[in-house]
């Protein structure tokens, strides 16, 4: 078989990309390893940058989003004692979504068969071949037989851990890595938020996250240490946990449920150069990793495929290859500006092993100077809603 685009993954960055290009008429293909329960039982991204939500419009995808996701005006930065409240409507003009990845990937999911969005699922040994020639292809696995697929273009949305960036040559590469010494023991329940909006707290025990998916269903996370298992942290002891690192106020309101689903994920910040070589592009996860605090993985996933989809439109509607070119450069200025945000909002509201008193007093210096300074909240403010595409 042949198309113009064999995209790898279906999770978000594979499914909007694919939506962008069928909106234009080009031609293409998702292979994706993992069944369609598997890939929406994962409990992932929150917030949703305005980038990402325009996207949607564009593509006429966003009516559930806007029906049933949780504008926001603002979110809350905590020191365990008050919160300091980010206004980031009144500092930037914008808003930002509060919608699960869940639900977007389903939303994504179920209007592919209505747009010609073909889509393979649980296709096993996904590899890729002849990526530096014109005529690259990906083969696989399914049903008992091998399937092969001839592309003009490949596109790696197999987040971190899939073949694609491994198929890029170690010496045509370079690969930028910090791993935090910690990581997020996530908590799904069907209890109301303890707050109407998002509150990330500095506590001398470490991180917590207080954040939402809807009116009745709320998602906790706090920093645990790697060795940690989900064994360690039944429900209690992970409420009264929260309890302690949100502070007083959020205590009082924050009302306890069995956990729906529970998880830990480690922490890391990750950035891979170039995002193409030959007739294979990376986006999303596949490329870079950023460390959930400011959460910007699957927002960036989102602006990766948006120059990506421009830069196949322009090579399938106008013969012009300019676009390919310019698409690594032009999607990594943007992502190691989401990588640095990240990295700093870690940095300020987490405990480090190196965390010695004067690095705390400099975190709680911090923060103080955040709660009295317009110029702080509004550099916090632009870069949460998203920084212009
Ligand atoms: P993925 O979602 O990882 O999708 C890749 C797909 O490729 C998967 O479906 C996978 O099964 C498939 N695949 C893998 N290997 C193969 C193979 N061999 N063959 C075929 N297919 C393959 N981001 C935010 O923007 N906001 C947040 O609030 C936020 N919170 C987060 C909280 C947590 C706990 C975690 C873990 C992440 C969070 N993120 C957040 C990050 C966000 O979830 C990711 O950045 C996003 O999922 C990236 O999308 P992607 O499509 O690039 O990769
Ligand atoms: C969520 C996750 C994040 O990483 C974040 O910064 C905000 C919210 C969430 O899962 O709701």
């Not at 594979?14 to 292979?31: K, M, P, Q």
């Not at 070119?325 to 909002?345: D, H, I, T």
Request: overall charge negative.
């Amino acid at each position: 078989t042949k198309v113009q685009v064999a995209i790898i993954g279906a999770g978000p960055a594979g499914l909007l990309l694919g939506h962008l290009l069928r909106a234009e008429g080009i031609e293409a293909l998702v292979i994706e390893r993992a069944s369609p329960d598997y890939v929406l039982g994962r409990i992932r991204a929150g917030v949703l940058e305005r980038t990402t939500t325009d996207l949607l419009d564009r593509l006429g995808l966003s009516d559930r989003m806007n029906a049933e996701g949780l504008p926001h005006d603002g979110f809350n930065l905590a020191d365990g004692e008050r919160l300091i409240r980010i206004d980031i409507a009144a500092l930037t003009g914008k808003q930002v979504m509060v919608y699960g990845q869940t639900e977007l990937t389903r939303d994504l999911m179920d209007a592919a068969p209505g747009r010609g969005l073909e889509i393979v699922y649980e296709a096993a040994d996904v590899a890729l071949h002849d990526i530096e020639s014109d005529r690259p292809s990906v083969t696989f696995q399914k049903d008992g037989s091998v399937h092969r697929i001839e592309a003009d273009f490949i596109c790696g949305c197999d987040g971190f851990h899939g073949p694609s960036r491994q198929a890029i040559p170690a010496s045509a590469g370079q690969a930028f890595e910090k791993v935090y010494p910690f990581g997020w023991l996530g908590i799904l329940a069907d209890v109301p938020p303890c707050n109407h909006e998002l509150i990330y707290a500095n506590h001398e025990n470490g991180f917590a996250l207080a954040s939402m998916r809807s009116k009745t269903r709320s998602r906790y996370y706090i920093q645990v240490p790697l060795t940690d298992q989900v064994e360690d942290w039944p429900d209690d002891r992970l409420w009264d946990e929260l309890a302690v690192r949100l502070g007083p106020d959020a205590a009082a309101s924050m009302t306890r449920g069995p956990a729906i689903e529970k998880s830990i994920a480690p922490l890391r910040s990750f950035v891979f150069e170039p995002m193409r070589h030959g007739r294979l592009m990376l986006a999303g996860d596949a490329a870079h990793i950023v460390p959930p605090t400011g959460a910007k993985g699957l927002n960036l996933a989102a602006s990766d495929v948006a120059y990506l989809s421009e830069a196949l439109i322009r090579y399938f509607q106008q013969s012009d290859s300019d676009g390919i070119a310019a698409y690594g450069p032009r999607a990594l200025a943007r992502v190691w500006k989401a990588e640095r945000f990240s990295w700093q909002l870690t940095t300020l509201m987490h405990r480090f092993p190196d965390t010695d008193p004067f690095a705390r007093r400099m975190q709680m210096a911090e923060l103080d100077y955040i709660a009295s300074s317009t110029a702080a909240q509004t550099t916090i403010a632009e870069n949460y809603v998203g920084l212009p595409l």
